[in-house]
């Protein structure tokens, strides 16, 4: 549910000018507001209304002692209580309606991953200042995502799934992927196959356990059967992806680490990856554990 503190804040009637002006402006609120006004006459939680709210909650409530206490002042005290959940849970309803019968955004503002379900059943983990907007009025004939940010999915078989993000894109039939397109624009398969692509990124397939990482226009890092495909990078950035692949830490003394590079490595030998870069760009290189030492 998008926002639902200043749902509860609206059903308690302690929102602030600021806040109601917000929460008056969704789509929504005419359809809640038609709500209050339809139930407010209730004097308690009888019989029909607890099939009623049942009904809403898809799920049977069971009364509390409370309700069957027979004075009518303490029935009118669970009126409230009543109307806040049927209220909440048609909230539910509705933004589940408008979220995907509009192009509507979703945003992450919080400190944890938000899960969100997907037409179809495809899944999105949307992490952190991340957003994703759906497309949904032509979902039937293709899924589109916009994203900016971060986030995980996992995706029905069906028709072709697209994630567009102002980087790249990726589209697939059927699998689990990250995509970060926050800093670098980045894609890691789990499940299945993905097609990177964009106007300055020439297609490339992933399978699971692969991944790519665009680097500023036309630099990028792939990673496929055990080996890494490096393009027009800087010596810097490739240094940093060797480090993370074999767990070791490089001192430079006086290279120059702007210049650019064009090369591959396999993932099993750490100094046959350091003499495919070092002899290309007249390095020499020491080892000792986990450093290395590299000299003009």
Not at 82 to 98: E, G, P, Q, V
Not at 120 to 142: M, Q, R, V, Y
């Amino acid at each position: 549910m998008i926002n639902d503190e200043l749902l509860h804040k609206w059903v308690n009637g302690t929102l602030s000018q600021s806040e109601a002006k917000e929460f008056e402006s969704r789509p929504e609120y005419e359809s809640l507001k038609s709500l209050y006004l339809n139930t407010e006459h209730l004097a308690g939680l009888n019989h029909d209304s607890d099939k009623m709210l049942e009904r809403i909650l898809q799920s049977k409530v069971e009364p509390a002692a409370e309700i069957i206490e027979p004075e009518k002042e303490n029935s009118r005290k669970l009126i409230p209580l009543f109307l806040k959940m049927a209220i909440a849970a048609s909230f539910i309803i509705l933004s589940a309606t408008f979220l995907f019968n509009s192009n509507s955004s979703v945003i992450n503002t919080s400190m944890a991953e938000t899960i969100h379900k997907l037409p179809s059943g495809s899944e999105i983990t949307l992490f952190p200042n991340s957003e994703f907007l759906i497309h949904e009025s032509s979902w039937g004939k293709k899924r589109k995502v916009d994203l900016k940010g971060k986030a995980y999915f996992n995706v029905t078989s069906g028709k072709e799934f697209v994630v567009n993000t102002v980087k790249g894109n990726v589209k697939v039939l059927g699998t689990s992927f990250l995509v970060d397109s926050k800093d670098k624009f980045h894609v890691n398969c789990d499940e299945g196959k993905v097609q990177v692509y964009s106007n300055k990124i020439p297609k490339t397939i992933l399978l699971a356990g692969e991944s790519f990482t665009a680097h500023q226009e036309t630099g990028s890092i792939i990673k496929k059967n055990n080996m890494t495909k490096i393009t027009d990078l800087p010596l810097s950035e490739i240094l940093k992806d060797i480090e993370k692949t074999f767990e070791v830490k490089f001192i430079s003394n006086e290279i120059d680490l702007t210049q650019k590079h064009t090369s591959g490595y396999q993932h099993d030998n750490l100094e046959n990856a350091i003499k495919t870069i070092s002899m290309s760009l007249n390095i020499q290189y020491t080892i000792k554990g986990s450093e290395v030492t590299l000299s003009k």
